[in-house]
Each structure stands twice: as structure tokens, then as C-alpha cells.
């Protein structure tokens, strides 16, 4: 997952605290989180004299995206997303949450969902191929020849009549609709919108 998806994947997932997140969508979205932390100190030093003004609105503004993906990034180690409680221990913060979120997920489906690096795990999906001819190539839903759909942002497995992503958090559509997607994010677009206006993508 890119820099953009996983800031677009973050917010959009702001409360999704069940499902699974990948290394990078957590890596980078505590940069992001990080570099607007320095932003907005910076901007708090210039305009406020120092006064941590919005600094202080900005992470509370993160701070509940931010324990969702820490939440599915402990998910996707197999643990439950109640471990990171022990983030106010010193020890747990730097062992073993820090060593979990450096380790790769586990591989194939978990309890809490699809391996997002592998979600071609499922049998169905062995030897076929992953379009069957439909769609514009622009995002949304794609599906394999036995009628499965999967996510053309992150090519995760969608639960059936799914309007999203819960691996990515992209929107799907169905191929009978008339639907235009960001090829970056995967955000549903107007008909007529040259740029996305989740990441600027232009288009």
C-alpha cells in the first residue's frame, strides 16, 4: 500500500478497529501522522508563540485512525487488538507492540480477516484469471472468472454485496453501474471530475 492509500485507507477506516492492516499501511500513516505533528508544531511556534494550539487539535483529530490501524496492525499478527493497551507500560511499548509492528502479518486469512498482501489464498481463486473482461480498469470491484469480486485498489476478496473494501477501505460498485474510480485510491468519482478529491490525482 502506498503513501496516499494508506492516509485514504486510515480515514476511512477511522473506526474500523475489526479487520487487518498491513506493515506499510501502518508505517505510513505513523509518518504522516508524524509529519503533521511537526507541521503543526511549527505552525504553533509561528502563529501562537509556542501554545501547542494546533498541535493539540490535529492529534486529537488522529488519535482515534491512529489506534484503529494499530488496532488491525496487531490483527494481522494474530493478536488482539486489546494488547495494545500495554503501550502505557514502558516496557510494552517498546516490547513486544514494537516488535509486532515490525513483524510481517500472518499469512493467509485469520480470524479477523484476509491476508491483505495475500488475499488470493482462497482455493477459488487458484489458476484463474483475475479479470473476466468487465470493467474500465479505473477501480472499484473486479471479479475472477467463478463470480468472486475483488478490490482492483489492493486485489483483496470482498464479502458478497460489499460497497467497500474492509482491507483498503476503497469503494467498490457494481459493473452495471455507471461508476468512474481514482486510479491512486480508488475513491468513487463523479462522472465529469477530472482530480480526486481524496488524493488530487488527476485523471
Known sequence: MTFTQSISSGFRRYFDVRTRSSRS?????????????????????????????????????????????AVRRLHDVGKSGWWLLIAF????LIFP????????GVKGPNKYGPDPLQPFD????????????T????????????????????SSALEPEADFCRACGSKTSDF?????????????????AKVCFSCGTGV
Open 122 to 133: 482462497d482455493p477459488s481463486f487458484a489458476g484463474e484469471p483475475l479479470f473476466d473482461g
Open 89 to 92: 507500560t514502558v516496557i510494552g
Open 25 to 69: 499501511e501502518y508505517w505510513w500513516w505513523t509518518l504522516f501522522a508524524l509529519l503533521i505533528s511537526v507541521v503543526m508544531t511549527s505552525s504553533d511556534a509561528v502563529l501562537f508563540g509556542g501554545a501547542a494550539i494546533l498541535d493539540t487539535i490535529s492529534s486529537l483529530f488522529l488519535f482515534v485512525p491512529g489506534i484503529s490501524v
Open 176 to 192: 452495471e453501474e455507471t461508476a468512474k474510480f481514482c486510479s491512486n485510491c480508488g475513491l468513487k468519482m463523479e462522472l465529469d
Open 97 to 104: 507492540l514494537l516488535y509486532w509492528h515490525i513483524n510481517p
Open 135 to 154: 470493467g474500465d480498469g479505473m477501480g472499484g470491484a473486479r471479479s475472477s472468472t467463478s463470480g468472486s469480486r475483488v478490490c482492483a485498489v489492493c
